[in-house]
Nanobody
Framework: QVRLQESGGGLVQAGGSLRLSCAASGRSFSSYVMAWFRQAPGKEREFVGAHISNGGSPAYGDSVKGRFTVSRDNGKNTVYLQMNSLKPEDTAVYYC?????????????????WGQGTQVTVSS
C-alpha cells in the first residue's frame, strides 16, 4: 500500500512559478513510476508529467512541455513538479499518482495510487 500526500499548491500570478511536492509512504519507492495529473472544473483528468527511476527520460503533456519539470528524490520518497511560466489555463487540482511498473504510462487508468490533490490557481 502506498499513500501519497501532495503539498505546495496555491495562488500565483501568470508568469510565476510554483513547486509541488508529493511525499510517498511505503517501501520500494524507486520501483514506482511517479506521475502528476491535473483536473480543471468540467474537464477530464489530464496527464502533466511522469518520472521513472530506471534512467528513462521523464514524459510531459504537450501543454506543459518546456515549462514544467518532474523530478524525484528516492532517498526522501518524494516527487516534485516544478512549474514555471504559469498560465491561467494551468489552474486545476493537481494530483500525484504512483504505479509499480518498469514502463512509464501517461494514462490515468494505469495508476494504482493517488493523492488527494492540491489546488493551483493562476490569476491573469
Amino acid at each position: 500500500q502506498v499513500r501519497l500526500q501532495e503539498s505546495g499548491g496555491g495562488l500565483v500570478q501568470a508568469g510565476g512559478s510554483l513547486r509541488l511536492s508529493c511525499a510517498a509512504s511505503g517501501r520500494s519507492f524507486s520501483s514506482y513510476v511517479m506521475a502528476w495529473f491535473r483536473q480543471a472544473p468540467g474537464k477530464e483528468r489530464e496527464f502533466v508529467g511522469a518520472h521513472i527511476s530506471n534512467g528513462g527520460s521523464p514524459a510531459y503533456g504537450d501543454s506543459v512541455k518546456g515549462r514544467f519539470t518532474v523530478s524525484r528524490d528516492n532517498g526522501k520518497n518524494t516527487v516534485y513538479l516544478q512549474m514555471n511560466s504559469l498560465k491561467p489555463e494551468d489552474t486545476a487540482v493537481y494530483y500525484c499518482a504512483a504505479e509499480r511498473s518498469s514502463i512509464l504510462r501517461t494514462t490515468a487508468g494505469y495508476y494504482d495510487y493517488w493523492g488527494q490533490g492540491t489546488q493551483v490557481t493562476v490569476s491573469s
